[in-house]
């Protein structure tokens, strides 16, 4: 009986250790997802350097599906106002790059939220 309960503790505990190891490779190496922002230097903070970043920009941004949200990203410098930005973005870490794109190349239901810079 001793033997059967310490298989079945090991047992348990290989599989939350397993557990734990698939939801970690899923927040960091998971499928990426893309959300867009236009970029307002007005809603940038200086903040303290860590990692190389040193602003943080709290932006509305757009899934590719329209849905909308605030999101929050750091960069290591001040961005160009007023340009669209495609970020990419991973569970749980939230965003891990990002890249400039012309207004035309959003995704349409993107740009139906986002105002094209005049």
């Known amino acids: 009986m001793?033997?059967?309960k310490t298989?079945?503790?090991l047992g348990i505990a290989l599989a939350a250790v397993l557990a734990l190891v698939a939801?970690?490779?899923?927040?960091?190496y998971g499928e990426s997802g893309h959300a867009y922002v236009k970029v307002d230097n007005a809603?940038?903070?200086?903040?303290?350097?860590?990692a190389g970043m040193e602003?943080?920009?709290r932006l509305d941004g757009v899934a590719a599906d329209g849905a909308q949200a605030e999101i929050a990203f750091q960069t290591s410098r001040e961005l160009r106002d007023g340009a669209y930005l495609d970020l990419e973005t991973k569970p749980l870490r939230g965003?891990?790059?990002w890249e400039e794109v012309d207004y035309d190349e959003l995704p349409a239901a993107v740009r139906d939220k986002l105002p094209q810079e005049g």
């Open 23 to 28: 939801v970690a490779g899923w927040a960091f």
């Open 7 to 9: 298989f079945i503790g």
């Open 43 to 50: 809603r940038v903070a200086a903040i303290e350097p860590r």
């Open 95 to 97: 965003v891990v790059s």
């Open 2 to 4: 001793g033997k059967a």
């Open 55 to 57: 602003y943080e920009y």
